[in-house]
Structure formats: C-alpha cells, structure tokens
Nanobody
Framework: QVQLVESGGGLVQAGASLRLSCVASGRSFNSVLLGWFRQTPGKEREFVAREIRRTGSTFYADSVKGRFTISRDNAKNTVYLQMNSLKPEDTAVYYC????????????WGQGTQVTVSS
C-alpha cells in the first residue's frame, strides 16, 4: 500500500504560480512512479503530468506543457508539481497518483487539493 497526501493548493490570480506537493509513504518511494491528475465538477478526471521513469523522464498533457513541471525529491519521498502562468481553466481539484514500476494502471490516489485561479 502507498499513502499519498497532497498539499499546496490555494486561490491565486491568473499568471501566478503554485507548487503542489505530494508526500508518499508505506512503500519504497523508488518502487513507484508518480503523476498528477485534475478534476472539475461534472467532468472526468484528466491527466496532467507523470513520471515515465525514475531517471527524470516526464510526460505532460498538451494543455500544461511548458507551464507545469513534475519533479521528485527521493530524500523527502515527495513529488512536486510546479505550476507557472496559471490560467482560470487550470482551476480544479488536483490529485497525486502512484503506479508501481512495471504495472499498467494507476493504483493509489491522494485525497486531492483545490487550486482556484481567478481572472
């Protein structure tokens, strides 16, 4: 089992930056890859960013490419989502997710953190 706890959400104006954090516990941090998803009311959860390998390869949704950066700190068992140039359409609940290396589906989810971007 992996427990994920997100933090760092809040209310900001368009153009501002936020950094979300997700602390993982319960298993070796090196045994999982992490990702971020988001969801707005009435819509399905959508992919935002993910690690492809623990060596730093990453992948982003087109809507956030060039503005968001996912990174990890192995010493802190933490993955981050740096969000720059925020837009009102980035408003959502952001979820951290984990997948065991070599597995095909996201297995573990955090409780989510609200990000609201005002225009």
């Amino acid at each position: 089992q992996v427990q994920l706890v997100e933090s760092g959400g809040g209310l900001v104006q368009a153009g501002a930056s936020l950094r979300l954090s997700c602390v993982a516990s319960g298993r070796s941090f090196n045994s999982v890859l992490l990702g971020w998803f988001r969801q707005t009311p009435g819509k399905e959860r959508e992919f935002v960013a993910r690690e492809i390998r623990r060596t730093g390869s990453t992948f982003y949704a087109d809507s956030v490419k060039g503005r968001f950066t996912i990174s990890r700190d192995n010493a802190k068992n933490t993955v981050y989502l740096q969000m720059n140039s925020l837009k009102p359409e980035d408003t959502a609940v952001y979820y951290c997710a984990a997948i065991t290396v070599g597995h095909g589906a996201w297995e573990y989810w955090g409780q989510g953190t609200q990000v609201t971007v005002s225009s």
